[in-house]
T-cell receptor
Framework: KQEVTQIPAALSVPEGENLVLNCSFT??????LQWFRQDPGKGLTSLLL?????REQTSGRLNASLDKSSGRSTLYIAASQPGDSATYLC??????????FGAGTRLTVKP | GAVVSQHPSRVICKSGTSVKIECRSL??????MFWYRQFPKQSLMLMAT?????????EQGVEKDKFLINHASLTLSTLTVTSAHPEDSSFYIC???????????????FGPGTRLTVL
């Protein structure tokens, strides 16, 4: 059974800092991995999707990497802004369609 | 605690038929449930937000008359794909946020998903 862990659970940084969010998973036989952001009271917004054959994806100030062998993914946010404040979740999908979510990292970017 | 179930886990149907997918919070009350879908090799995308006792809020590009959502109780939301077509074949997943003593929390608990195949 796949287990997904996100560290840290919460993170507070001053505006402008670069930061890294971590996601680890126990079963390396994954189909893809996704990073989402969640704003209070809202559904998830997809940020980046990494297929199992890929090592990284980039979108604007966001970069996500995937290392299947070590069971890890990182989400790098460059030049953080107060608008980046949200909860960030990673989700790992296996080949049979099962999807497991991490508990999320609550990010606060202070002006 | 905080378990969300979906039924069925897999469904195959003929084009033109309607399919109902249930999402249940088994051990908590869910004021809000979300419905997502994921096409092969694409990201999971939010379809709609469902609040108990009120009409669902649909994301742009999602046809409300095709994807009927009913959230009749605090533990059950249903998604009905009406007149299904092969392009509706996808992975549908729901999530629920729980309410403690009238207070809403933001943590989403996800169901295991339903794989729909329309022939």
């Amino acid at each position: 059974k796949q287990e997904v862990t996100q560290i840290p659970a919460a993170l507070s940084v001053p505006e402008g800092e670069n930061l890294v969010l971590n996601c680890s998973f126990t079963d390396s036989a994954i189909y893809n991995l996704q990073w989402f952001r969640q704003d209070p009271g809202k559904g998830l917004t997809s940020l980046l999707l990494i297929q199992s054959s890929q090592r990284e994806q980039t979108s604007g100030r966001l970069n996500a990497s995937l290392d299947k062998s070590s069971g890890r993914s990182t989400l790098y946010i460059a030049a953080s802004q107060p608008g980046d404040s949200a909860t960030y979740l990673c989700a790992v999908r296996s080949g049979d369609g099962d999807m497991r979510f991490g508990a999320g990292t609550r990010l606060t970017v202070k002006p | 605690g905080a378990v969300v179930s979906q039924h069925p886990s897999r469904v195959i149907c003929k084009s033109g038929t309607s399919v109902k997918i249930e999402c249940r919070s088994l051990d908590f009350q869910a004021t809000t449930m979300f419905w997502y879908r994921q096409f092969p090799k694409q990201s999971l995308m939010l379809m709609a937000t469902s609040n108990e006792g009120s009409k669902a809020t649909y994301e742009q590009g999602v046809e409300k008359d095709k994807f009927l959502i009913n959230h009749a109780s605090l533990t059950l939301s249903t998604l009905t794909v009406t007149s299904a077509h092969p392009e509706d074949s996808s992975f549908y997943i729901c999530s629920a946020t729980r309410t403690y003593g009238g207070l809403h929390t933001d943590t989403q608990y996800f169901g295991p998903g339903t794989r729909l195949t329309v022939l």
